[in-house]
């Protein structure tokens, strides 16, 4: 199955080795391992921007940079499966950012994210599922939570 996983990772990035190598494009493999890559694919077009990773928040534009953070995370991740392999490429000409999901169970998943250009705060972020099965496969989406609930107590301390 491993073999599997790798071929269609490697299906999904070839047409992006090239970009690469000519430094329009960076492909970054997603391991649970910290491998010390200090490289973070982010998006934004000057008023909000985020790093594709499912913990990141979104920052708006405070000042001159992008550096107040909301406690909204956006980024919805597909779940399924026993194991999965991804990477995400970077095309800085177009300022897509593509992550690829190889999914065991048969997924592949396709996700873009992108900071729309001409209409200020909105994140486009668009996922495509591919079942390569001739059977169903169950799958959920999952986002962190953001916000946390509070309560009052009568004395007015929260709880």
């Not at 599997?4 to 999904?12: F, K, P, T, V, Y």
């Amino acid at each position: 199955i491993s073999d599997l996983i790798d071929r269609c990772l490697e299906d999904r990035l070839t047409p992006f080795h090239i970009e690469a190598l000519e430094f329009n494009a960076n492909i970054q493999f997603i391991t649970d391992e910290a491998e010390g890559d200090s490289y973070l694919p982010f998006v934004g077009n000057g008023m909000i921007g985020l790093v594709i990773s499912p913990d990141s928040p979104i920052y708006i534009k405070s000042s001159r940079t992008l550096s107040l953070p909301i406690n909204w995370h956006p980024i919805v991740t597909v779940n399924g499966g026993d194991r999965s392999k991804e990477a995400i490429v970077t095309h800085y000409l177009s300022g897509v950012a593509t992550r690829y999901q190889c999914i065991d169970n048969g997924l592949q998943v396709t996700y873009h994210y992108y900071a729309h250009r001409t209409l200020p705060y909105v994140f486009v972020q668009d996922i495509k599922i591919v079942n390569s099965n001739p059977h169903p496969v169950d799958f959920t989406l999952s986002r962190p939570k953001t916000f946390e609930s509070t309560t009052r107590d009568p004395q007015g301390g929260i709880g």
